[in-house]
Protein backbone atom coordinates (compact mmCIF):
# COMPACT_ATOMS: atom_id res chain seq x y z
CA UNK A 1 0.00 0.00 0.00
CA UNK A 2 1.16 3.83 -0.99
CA UNK A 3 2.54 5.69 1.66
CA UNK A 4 -0.64 8.50 0.43
CA UNK A 5 -3.13 5.62 1.17
CA UNK A 6 -1.88 4.70 4.39
CA UNK A 7 -1.21 8.25 6.12
CA UNK A 8 -3.85 10.89 5.48
CA UNK A 9 -2.01 13.75 3.62
CA UNK A 10 -2.73 17.56 5.24
CA UNK A 11 -4.51 19.41 3.14
CA UNK A 12 -2.75 22.57 1.39
CA UNK A 13 -4.10 25.05 4.05
CA UNK A 14 -3.08 23.18 6.54
CA UNK A 15 0.62 23.32 5.05
CA UNK A 16 0.22 26.34 4.20
CA UNK A 17 -0.49 27.70 7.49
CA UNK A 18 2.67 25.42 8.68
CA UNK A 19 5.07 26.75 6.37
CA UNK A 20 3.93 30.74 7.28
CA UNK A 21 3.97 30.17 10.99
CA UNK A 22 7.60 28.75 10.78
CA UNK A 23 9.25 30.67 8.02
CA UNK A 24 7.31 33.54 7.48
CA UNK A 25 4.69 35.07 5.07
CA UNK A 26 6.95 35.33 1.82
CA UNK A 27 5.80 33.93 -1.47
CA UNK A 28 9.30 34.68 -3.79
CA UNK A 29 8.54 34.73 -8.00
CA UNK A 30 10.65 33.14 -10.29
CA UNK A 31 10.03 35.39 -12.96
CA UNK A 32 13.16 35.39 -15.45
CA UNK A 33 12.10 38.36 -17.37
CA UNK A 34 14.45 38.79 -20.31
CA UNK A 35 15.75 42.21 -18.82
CA UNK A 36 16.16 40.29 -15.54
CA UNK A 37 18.27 36.99 -17.28
CA UNK A 38 20.41 40.16 -19.43
CA UNK A 39 21.30 41.31 -15.95
CA UNK A 40 22.23 38.06 -14.61
CA UNK A 41 24.52 37.52 -17.46
CA UNK A 42 22.26 34.71 -18.50
CA UNK A 43 20.91 33.54 -21.80
CA UNK A 44 17.25 34.26 -23.31
CA UNK A 45 16.70 30.47 -23.85
CA UNK A 46 16.04 27.40 -21.55
CA UNK A 47 19.52 27.19 -20.18
CA UNK A 48 19.48 30.51 -19.07
CA UNK A 49 16.35 29.79 -17.27
CA UNK A 50 17.65 26.64 -15.62
CA UNK A 51 20.45 28.65 -14.20
CA UNK A 52 18.11 31.29 -12.86
CA UNK A 53 15.53 29.31 -11.33
CA UNK A 54 18.88 26.68 -9.37
CA UNK A 55 19.47 30.36 -8.22
CA UNK A 56 16.36 31.50 -7.03
CA UNK A 57 15.93 28.11 -5.23
CA UNK A 58 19.35 27.30 -3.71
CA UNK A 59 18.89 30.72 -2.20
CA UNK A 60 15.28 30.73 -0.72
CA UNK A 61 13.62 27.22 -0.75
CA UNK A 62 14.57 26.71 2.91
CA UNK A 63 13.55 30.57 4.04
CA UNK A 64 10.13 30.62 1.93
CA UNK A 65 7.02 29.66 2.55
CA UNK A 66 6.38 29.10 -0.98
CA UNK A 67 8.03 29.86 -4.29
CA UNK A 68 5.78 30.85 -6.92
CA UNK A 69 7.29 30.48 -10.56
CA UNK A 70 5.66 32.29 -13.61
CA UNK A 71 4.57 30.22 -15.90
CA UNK A 72 4.52 32.60 -19.41
CA UNK A 73 8.28 33.36 -18.60
CA UNK A 74 8.66 29.68 -19.08
CA UNK A 75 5.92 29.09 -21.79
CA UNK A 76 7.81 32.01 -23.65
CA UNK A 77 10.81 29.37 -24.30
CA UNK A 78 8.52 26.62 -25.87
CA UNK A 79 8.62 23.15 -25.35
CA UNK A 80 12.47 23.54 -23.72
CA UNK A 81 10.74 26.29 -21.44
CA UNK A 82 8.13 23.89 -20.00
CA UNK A 83 10.85 21.28 -19.67
CA UNK A 84 12.80 23.65 -17.27
CA UNK A 85 9.51 24.26 -15.66
CA UNK A 86 8.80 20.70 -14.86
CA UNK A 87 12.75 20.32 -13.36
CA UNK A 88 12.12 23.33 -11.19
CA UNK A 89 8.66 21.93 -9.97
CA UNK A 90 10.99 18.59 -9.37
CA UNK A 91 13.76 20.50 -7.47
CA UNK A 92 11.46 22.75 -5.59
CA UNK A 93 9.39 19.30 -3.78
CA UNK A 94 13.03 17.68 -2.75
CA UNK A 95 13.62 20.93 -1.47
CA UNK A 96 10.51 20.59 0.63
CA UNK A 97 9.34 24.22 -0.34
CA UNK A 98 5.93 24.65 -1.30
CA UNK A 99 4.86 25.50 -4.94
CA UNK A 100 2.20 27.90 -6.55
CA UNK A 101 2.08 27.65 -10.36
CA UNK A 102 1.09 31.14 -11.35
CA UNK A 103 -0.95 29.79 -14.68
CA UNK A 104 -4.10 31.46 -14.36
CA UNK A 105 -5.81 28.72 -16.17
CA UNK A 106 -9.22 29.16 -16.40
CA UNK A 107 -12.15 27.52 -19.13
CA UNK A 108 -14.98 25.33 -20.06
CA UNK A 109 -15.87 22.54 -17.13
CA UNK A 110 -14.58 20.34 -19.53
CA UNK A 111 -11.37 21.92 -20.74
CA UNK A 112 -10.96 23.29 -17.13
CA UNK A 113 -10.55 19.24 -16.33
CA UNK A 114 -7.62 18.93 -18.31
CA UNK A 115 -5.92 22.23 -16.97
CA UNK A 116 -6.90 20.37 -13.81
CA UNK A 117 -4.71 17.17 -14.39
CA UNK A 118 -1.84 18.86 -15.92
CA UNK A 119 -1.28 21.05 -12.45
CA UNK A 120 -2.59 19.36 -9.81
CA UNK A 121 -2.98 15.50 -10.43
CA UNK A 122 -0.66 12.70 -8.46
CA UNK A 123 2.61 11.85 -11.20
CA UNK A 124 1.21 14.91 -13.50
CA UNK A 125 5.32 16.25 -14.58
CA UNK A 126 3.70 19.63 -13.97
CA UNK A 127 1.99 19.05 -10.67
CA UNK A 128 2.11 21.89 -8.43
CA UNK A 129 0.78 21.97 -4.88
CA UNK A 130 -1.62 24.69 -5.83
CA UNK A 131 -2.67 26.68 -9.20
CA UNK A 132 -3.73 30.14 -9.75
CA UNK A 133 -7.35 30.46 -11.71
CA UNK A 134 -9.40 33.03 -13.07
CA UNK A 135 -12.67 32.91 -12.06
CA UNK A 136 -14.21 34.94 -15.60
CA UNK A 137 -16.15 32.07 -17.05
CA UNK A 138 -18.01 31.58 -13.96
CA UNK A 139 -17.05 30.33 -10.28
CA UNK A 140 -18.62 27.22 -10.93
CA UNK A 141 -16.42 26.29 -14.33
CA UNK A 142 -13.65 26.11 -11.70
CA UNK A 143 -14.79 22.93 -10.06
CA UNK A 144 -13.25 20.38 -11.90
CA UNK A 145 -9.64 22.49 -10.33
CA UNK A 146 -11.64 22.66 -6.89
CA UNK A 147 -12.49 19.24 -6.44
CA UNK A 148 -9.70 17.76 -8.00
CA UNK A 149 -7.14 19.81 -5.64
CA UNK A 150 -9.05 18.62 -2.66
CA UNK A 151 -9.05 15.18 -3.48
CA UNK A 152 -5.25 15.07 -4.03
CA UNK A 153 -4.44 17.76 -1.01
CA UNK A 154 -3.36 20.64 -3.25
CA UNK A 155 -4.72 24.12 -3.33
CA UNK A 156 -6.17 26.75 -5.79
CA UNK A 157 -5.92 30.96 -5.44
CA UNK A 158 -8.73 32.10 -7.19
CA UNK A 159 -8.30 35.77 -9.00
CA UNK A 160 -10.60 38.41 -7.03
CA UNK A 161 -8.89 42.03 -7.18
CA UNK A 162 -5.64 42.12 -9.14
CA UNK A 163 -3.27 44.40 -8.17
CA UNK A 164 -3.05 45.50 -11.95
CA UNK A 165 -5.15 49.28 -12.50
CA UNK A 166 -6.89 47.61 -15.23
CA UNK A 167 -8.72 45.14 -12.95
CA UNK A 168 -11.02 47.64 -11.40
CA UNK A 169 -13.08 47.69 -14.44
CA UNK A 170 -14.50 44.50 -13.95
CA UNK A 171 -14.04 43.33 -10.31
CA UNK A 172 -15.61 46.30 -8.57
CA UNK A 173 -18.36 46.42 -10.96
CA UNK A 174 -21.53 46.07 -8.88
CA UNK A 175 -20.95 48.31 -5.93
CA UNK A 176 -21.56 46.67 -2.54
CA UNK A 177 -22.35 43.44 -4.45
CA UNK A 178 -19.23 43.55 -7.09
CA UNK A 179 -18.28 40.99 -9.05
CA UNK A 180 -14.71 40.05 -6.50
CA UNK A 181 -17.11 40.43 -3.66
CA UNK A 182 -19.49 37.11 -5.26
CA UNK A 183 -15.84 35.83 -5.88
CA UNK A 184 -14.70 35.88 -2.12
CA UNK A 185 -18.10 34.79 -1.10
CA UNK A 186 -18.04 31.75 -3.00
CA UNK A 187 -13.86 30.98 -2.18
CA UNK A 188 -15.59 31.14 1.70
CA UNK A 189 -18.53 28.59 0.89
CA UNK A 190 -15.86 26.45 -0.69
CA UNK A 191 -13.63 26.45 2.47
CA UNK A 192 -16.80 26.11 4.84
CA UNK A 193 -17.90 22.70 3.00
CA UNK A 194 -14.55 21.65 3.31
CA UNK A 195 -14.64 22.11 6.67
CA UNK A 196 -17.48 20.88 7.39
CA UNK A 197 -16.51 17.09 5.52
CA UNK A 198 -13.66 16.59 7.40
CA UNK A 199 -15.64 17.42 10.56
CA UNK A 200 -17.99 14.67 9.36
CA UNK A 201 -15.14 12.30 8.32
CA UNK A 202 -12.59 12.70 11.70
CA UNK A 203 -15.79 13.78 14.89
CA UNK A 204 -13.77 17.47 15.35
CA UNK A 205 -11.33 20.01 14.78
CA UNK A 206 -13.27 20.62 11.17
CA UNK A 207 -10.73 22.76 8.83
CA UNK A 208 -8.30 23.84 11.53
CA UNK A 209 -4.75 23.63 11.55
CA UNK A 210 -5.34 21.21 14.44
CA UNK A 211 -1.87 19.11 13.25
CA UNK A 212 0.04 22.53 13.76
CA UNK A 213 2.71 22.79 16.34
CA UNK A 214 3.54 26.66 15.92
CA UNK A 215 0.45 28.92 15.92
CA UNK A 216 -0.62 28.35 12.61
CA UNK A 217 -3.91 29.92 11.97
CA UNK A 218 -6.68 28.50 10.66
CA UNK A 219 -6.58 28.26 6.74
CA UNK A 220 -8.57 26.85 3.96
CA UNK A 221 -6.97 25.36 0.64
CA UNK A 222 -8.74 27.59 -1.45
CA UNK A 223 -7.00 30.90 -1.52
CA UNK A 224 -7.68 33.93 -3.27
CA UNK A 225 -5.37 36.56 -5.24
CA UNK A 226 -5.62 39.99 -3.39
CA UNK A 227 -3.01 42.57 -5.27
CA UNK A 228 -0.88 44.33 -2.24
CA UNK A 229 -1.49 47.51 -4.37
CA UNK A 230 -5.34 47.10 -4.04
CA UNK A 231 -5.83 45.56 -0.32
CA UNK A 232 -7.69 48.67 0.77
CA UNK A 233 -10.29 48.34 -1.90
CA UNK A 234 -12.37 45.11 -0.36
CA UNK A 235 -12.91 47.10 2.35
CA UNK A 236 -14.68 49.41 0.76
CA UNK A 237 -16.56 47.01 -1.59
CA UNK A 238 -17.59 45.48 1.70
CA UNK A 239 -15.92 41.88 1.21
CA UNK A 240 -15.15 40.50 4.70
CA UNK A 241 -11.60 39.01 3.55
CA UNK A 242 -11.24 37.11 7.12
CA UNK A 243 -14.33 35.52 6.93
CA UNK A 244 -12.82 33.50 3.35
CA UNK A 245 -10.63 31.93 5.73
CA UNK A 246 -8.78 31.61 2.31
CA UNK A 247 -4.94 32.16 2.29
CA UNK A 248 -4.79 35.73 0.26
CA UNK A 249 -2.04 35.62 -2.42
CA UNK A 250 -0.85 39.36 -2.20
CA UNK A 251 1.36 40.13 -5.13
CA UNK A 252 2.44 43.43 -5.45
CA UNK A 253 5.11 44.44 -3.02
CA UNK A 254 7.71 46.01 -4.17
CA UNK A 255 8.37 46.59 -8.14
CA UNK A 256 4.59 47.11 -7.86
CA UNK A 257 5.31 49.85 -4.62
CA UNK A 258 3.27 48.32 -2.03
CA UNK A 259 5.06 48.17 1.35
CA UNK A 260 4.68 46.00 4.47
CA UNK A 261 3.56 48.86 6.50
CA UNK A 262 0.80 49.62 3.78
CA UNK A 263 0.08 46.03 3.38
CA UNK A 264 -0.38 45.73 7.07
CA UNK A 265 -2.33 48.84 7.42
CA UNK A 266 -4.74 47.58 3.94
CA UNK A 267 -5.37 44.05 4.87
CA UNK A 268 -5.93 44.76 8.95
CA UNK A 269 -7.58 41.78 9.87
CA UNK A 270 -6.74 39.65 7.29
CA UNK A 271 -3.40 39.93 7.50
CA UNK A 272 -2.38 36.59 9.54
CA UNK A 273 -3.81 35.31 6.43
CA UNK A 274 -1.89 37.23 3.60
CA UNK A 275 1.20 35.50 1.98
CA UNK A 276 3.38 38.17 0.09
CA UNK A 277 4.69 37.75 -3.48
CA UNK A 278 7.88 39.82 -4.38
CA UNK A 279 9.46 38.82 -7.64
CA UNK A 280 11.43 41.27 -9.20
CA UNK A 281 11.92 43.21 -6.28
CA UNK A 282 14.37 40.18 -4.89
CA UNK A 283 15.24 38.97 -8.22
CA UNK A 284 16.82 42.05 -8.86
CA UNK A 285 19.44 41.06 -6.22
CA UNK A 286 20.93 38.42 -8.36
CA UNK A 287 23.02 36.80 -9.70
CA UNK A 288 24.19 35.99 -6.48
CA UNK A 289 23.00 33.32 -4.49
CA UNK A 290 23.60 35.14 -1.38
CA UNK A 291 22.55 38.67 -2.40
CA UNK A 292 19.41 36.88 -3.54
CA UNK A 293 18.92 35.04 0.31
CA UNK A 294 19.89 38.45 1.94
CA UNK A 295 17.17 40.24 0.12
CA UNK A 296 14.57 37.28 0.34
CA UNK A 297 15.13 37.31 4.48
CA UNK A 298 15.41 41.12 4.53
CA UNK A 299 11.16 41.02 2.81
CA UNK A 300 10.21 38.39 5.87
CA UNK A 301 11.76 40.75 8.22
CA UNK A 302 9.91 43.34 7.59
CA UNK A 303 7.00 41.22 7.08
CA UNK A 304 7.10 39.69 10.56
CA UNK A 305 8.31 42.36 13.13
O1 LIG B 1 -1.57 35.80 -9.60
C1 LIG B 1 -0.55 36.50 -9.45
O2 LIG B 1 0.44 36.05 -8.92
C2 LIG B 1 -0.64 37.93 -9.76
C3 LIG B 1 -1.87 38.53 -9.58
C4 LIG B 1 -1.97 39.92 -9.55
O3 LIG B 1 -3.02 40.48 -9.28
N1 LIG B 1 -0.85 40.65 -9.80
C5 LIG B 1 0.36 40.08 -10.06
O4 LIG B 1 1.34 40.83 -10.22
N2 LIG B 1 0.47 38.71 -10.10
C6 LIG B 1 1.75 38.05 -10.46
O5 LIG B 1 2.68 38.30 -9.40
C7 LIG B 1 3.99 38.56 -9.91
C8 LIG B 1 4.39 39.97 -9.51
O6 LIG B 1 5.71 40.21 -9.89
P1 LIG B 1 6.54 41.49 -9.36
O7 LIG B 1 5.73 42.69 -9.69
O8 LIG B 1 7.81 41.40 -10.15
O9 LIG B 1 6.76 41.30 -7.89
C9 LIG B 1 3.90 38.36 -11.43
O10 LIG B 1 4.26 37.01 -11.70
C10 LIG B 1 2.43 38.58 -11.74
O11 LIG B 1 2.00 37.84 -12.87
Known amino acids: MSETRSVKRASFGERLAEAMATRGPLCVGIDPHPALLAQWGLSDDAAGLRTFSRAVLEATADIAATIKPQVALFERHGSRGIGVLEEVLAEARARGVLTIADAKRGDIGSTMQAYAEAWLADGSPLAADSLTVSPYLGFASLRPALDLAAETGRGIFVLALTSNPEGASLQHVGGQDSVARRITEAVAEENLRAAERTANTEGSGAGTSSSSTSGAVTMGSVGLVVGATVAGVARDLGIDLPGTNAPLLAPGLGAQGATPAAMRQDFGAAWPLVLANSSRG ?23 Q
Open 282 to 304: ILKAGPSVESLRASALETIASLT
